[in-house]
């Protein structure tokens, strides 16, 4: 049994598509095949929040799993298509840094990420026999260029094979500043309980406002009391600020991308 | 095969996370799974909705299917966590009612539900020699506890052996009240097509109105003219107030938990 | 292994219900199933747009697989429901135009669609010894007759003993009008990015203007400027409207129907 995840920004029915060519491939050679959608709503061309989810979602899959991510604003440039490879595990997207916190994740000292890029298209097909799209979209990679080398990949095609190593473009969660005055933080998403992630990987010890409100420091949400605004290390190992029983989001008129000032206090 | 649904009002992403950490497990034994996802958009924390989607989906799945469900305002307290055994099929989430009207509905009086203490979670993994988070999140027991039960479920482990029988919190939808003008009815969902599902069984004999509209009595939606408010029975088994080829939600401005007056006219 | 594509306008938890008819009856035979959602969250009741998605997706997919496929206003009047055969590929739903676009670009000229008519379940049932809700719902065909039709399809079922052959109700996306000064077309979808989707399939060799504001002809969005509006070949081979960077449906006002008239400049 092979595992492919999708991540996307692309909402629904392309994502359909991608599983489509990928089955077209495994069908002819009896490859099962248990596809995971990890998100699909991803903030429209929104690289980190992608690269987020990714991070906080890869390890808990298996070696071997393959993941397809695309959040791809260069889609139709001459960015680079990748094949990640890092602790057993498969990544394949665009080159703008959305598939590298995972896969630096996973990575170990004496066992770093490994990148290579996707060649032409064409030499791959030739060499494995599969049809590929001619011309390839200019706007959907997606499924006529990552899905295509998934497929490769879940038959057995060693990354290496893919096209020759390359550097992989980086993406830092760049931590929380530290200020005269708290931090300066940048929500990197936003969750479906309105709760704001954070880049801090921590919550300081002393206690913080956020608009001139008070967010109580709490081990789990049930710890503050109804509706009272609190910050919290999500399940992700992120900090998180949400509202008990409420909507941190619609409360503080924030979505991701937005910085936000912590004050000491 | 093995099927193991899920539940939640998490949106998207954290369902992922646990179809990783269930694959993880089976991966290892060779177990192939059937994920089907029900809903992932349950009005946050609303355990009554959550339920009613719940009760109206179990009775379609073969015996053997396990249900994890995992809409846990109380995630983080002492509340318990559950094994649900109904009608041959399995159901695993908090102890908060959510899982008992569909367990209630797949029981017999011969054979009614029994349900199970999820115990400590480091026992269980002593003895079937799986991984478990140290310590659990205090946000996410869907991944931290529930997941990893439902593998050890997948996986063959008897419901009794995850720990001692206990009775669970039920949950009534409180049939709809009748009263001296008509029916005090809640509506507990609102679908996408925003027909509002209502918490009774059937559909009165006589004229109903709603804000002193009049809803027409109809088997079918088609039966009602175009924009036309209508009450009917479900294909879920309870009533429901629709317009036809409209939005009865934003018609009649509504939304799950709304109390709703039906006046007989 | 049986793929079953599912794309309807239902949202949640109803298409989990299909998925577990289907499973239900498939348990019994060891009968493999991978399911691909094409999309649930079709504009309600809107099946040009359903069948646009169709028409986009069916290609992807290998010989064998079966559709079903419900957006469905008429459900609980006289339509007919169809099983239609094309290109090696089963499409199960209702006689409305909904299957057509798919159905006919995937037949050839020698071996054009065939529709059969789904005739009473009770007869089916009986046939091949699978539970048929008596009476079927007025609301839901989706579960009550597409969902069992599908079972018995993947189970071996050839297409003409489902009922007699038919003659579908066609659908026509009619290709937008050359007008004295330009052309009059409709929005038959917005997709998650905003991007306007029209009936034409070509991008005109000349500039046009929407509202006054002309359109950048671009091969790829990357080609315009950051917000700029422009018109590209999509990927699915339509034209589209895009902002680049941006929300065409929202700096339009478009919606999903509306008819735009694009002048030439």
Request: charged share 20%.
């Given at each position: 049994?092979?595992?492919i995840?999708?991540l996307?920004?692309?909402?629904?029915?392309?994502?359909?598509?991608?599983?489509?060519?990928?089955?077209?491939?495994?069908?002819?050679?009896?490859?099962?095949?248990?596809?995971?959608?990890?998100?699909?709503?991803?903030?429209?061309?929104?690289?980190?929040?992608g690269?987020?989810?990714?991070?906080?979602?890869?390890?808990?899959?298996?070696?071997?799993?393959?993941?397809?991510?695309v959040?791809?604003?260069g889609?139709?440039?001459?960015?680079?298509?990748?094949?990640?490879?890092?602790?057993?595990?498969?990544?394949?997207?665009?080159d703008?840094?959305?598939?590298?916190?995972?896969?630096?994740?996973?990575?170990?000292?004496?066992?770093?990420?490994?990148?290579y890029?996707?060649?032409?298209?064409e030499?791959?097909?030739?060499?494995?026999?599969?049809?590929?799209?001619s011309?390839?979209?200019?706007?959907?990679?997606?499924?006529?260029?990552?899905?295509?080398?998934?497929?490769?990949?879940?038959?057995?095609?060693?990354?290496?094979?893919?096209?020759?190593?390359?550097r992989?473009?980086?993406?830092?969660f760049?931590?929380?500043?530290?200020?005269?005055?708290?931090?300066?933080?940048?929500?990197?998403?936003?969750?479906?309980?309105?709760?704001?992630?954070?880049?801090?990987?921590?919550?300081?010890?002393?206690?913080?406002s956020?608009?001139?409100?008070?967010?109580?420091?709490?081990?789990?949400?049930?710890?503050?009391?109804?509706?009272?605004?609190?910050?919290?290390?999500?399940?992700?190992?992120?900090a998180?600020?949400?509202?008990?029983?409420?909507?941190?989001a619609?409360?503080?008129?924030?979505?991701?991308?937005d910085?936000?000032?912590?004050?000491?206090?």
């Amino acid at each position: 049994m092979k595992i492919i995840t999708l991540l996307t920004d692309f909402g629904s029915f392309y994502p359909a598509q991608m599983k489509g060519v990928i089955l077209s491939q495994l069908a002819k050679k009896a490859q099962d095949i248990t596809f995971v959608d990890i998100a699909h709503d991803i903030p429209p061309q929104d690289v980190r929040a992608g690269a987020f989810a990714l991070l906080s979602s890869a390890r808990y899959f298996p070696p071997g799993t393959i993941h397809i991510c695309v959040v791809d604003p260069g889609v139709g440039t001459k960015r680079l298509g990748l094949v990640v490879e890092s602790g057993g595990q498969l990544f394949v997207g665009p080159d703008n840094g959305l598939l590298m916190p995972a896969a630096k994740s996973l990575g170990t000292p004496g066992n770093p990420l490994q990148a290579y890029k996707i060649g032409p298209l064409e030499d791959l097909s030739l060499s494995h026999g599969f049809p590929v799209p001619s011309p390839a979209s200019n706007t959907f990679h997606g499924r006529d260029v990552f899905a295509p080398v998934a497929a490769l990949l879940a038959l057995g095609q060693s990354p290496a094979g893919i096209g020759p190593r390359v550097r992989p473009k980086d993406l830092n969660f760049t931590e929380a500043k530290k200020t005269d005055w708290g931090f300066e933080a940048t929500v990197i998403y936003v969750d479906r309980f309105g709760n704001l992630i954070l880049n801090m990987r921590t919550v300081p010890e002393f206690q913080l406002s956020l608009l001139g409100i008070k967010l109580r420091r709490v081990a789990t949400y049930a710890q503050a009391r109804r509706i009272e605004p609190l910050i919290t290390l999500g399940s992700h190992g992120f900090a998180e600020i949400a509202v008990n029983d409420g909507n941190a989001a619609e409360a503080f008129c924030l979505k991701a991308g937005d910085r936000v000032e912590l004050e000491e206090i």
